[in-house]
């Protein structure tokens, strides 16, 4: 009789959390802007707690956003206070532009009106996801929540920060620093004549495969450090270090001339290292 009733009161809790799901109100609307960027300037993103991000190159010496925004409440008119409160903001500094979220959790001054529509809004999600189009040689910086990520960008110092996401990034020269705490992280490095590319690159739990071209010259040290292994599939990645032969937890190997340092590291999951096949 215990386990029947314990039973029939999970279900009950089930259809209590549809129903509370069920009667809340969404709304969608689309943001957009255009920002003049001068050359070698830096965006930097500040993603909702929940929302993609894609940054793309595109010509010209603007930064285009595209924002879609999604708010939820229990009512038409906390909907439409969730809509005004939940959005972006834009910082612009000589050299760089800040594209900031902002919601109902983020820390700023609030009129009284405003904190009581914040209770109200308490438990209701929001997220917010990101196009944008930065001009060539932009270095970018994004700070994510739980989302993908995708980045295609030129040459530029690039940085990436995720909670949980699956990010890829396409880069053809310069810089990359990126921390993920739990996902997906892939690095492409398409062929090019490009000058070197330094790469520093972690996933605390989750997958991480780089894809490099024949012509890359650069020093690469790969290592799981507890659960998982490495799988080298590049035949032309010698060991640098005779005493420090490859193993599925360590790979200290030079490509082509060596020099630029590419560090990839996992806590527990897997790196995959490959090479690039023309399509």
Known sequence: MKIINFAFAGVVVCLL???????????????????PLGAGSTVSILGAPVGSIKVNV???ND???????????ANEADLAGAAVLTTYVEQDTLGKLAIVSVGADSRRKFTSDEKKLIKRLR??????????????YTNVEINGGIGDISLDGDEGDHRINAVNAKVNVTIRG???????????LNINVPPSGRRGLNIDASVVIG?????????????????V???GKIVNNIQRLKVRDRKVPFTDKLVQGRAGAGGPAIKL????????LQPWVNK
């Open 207 to 223: 997958d991480l495969s780089m894809t490099i071209p024949e012509n890359l010259s650069g020093d690469i040290d790969a290592s």
């Open 225 to 227: 450090l507890r659960t």
């Open 63 to 73: 930064v285009q956003i595209t924002a879609e925004i999604e708010v939820q409440a």
């Open 17 to 35: 959390a549809l129903m509370c799901d069920a009667q809340a109100l969404k709304r969608t609307t689309t943001k957009t802007d255009s920002i």
């Open 265 to 272: 590291t996992v806590g527990d999951g897997s790196i995959l």
């Open 174 to 184: 310069g810089s990359l620093a990126a921390t993920l705490a739990k996902g997906e």
């Open 123 to 136: 438990g209701m999600p929001y997220r917010i996801d990101y196009v944008i189009g930065v001009p060539r």
């Open 58 to 60: 595109i010509p010209g």
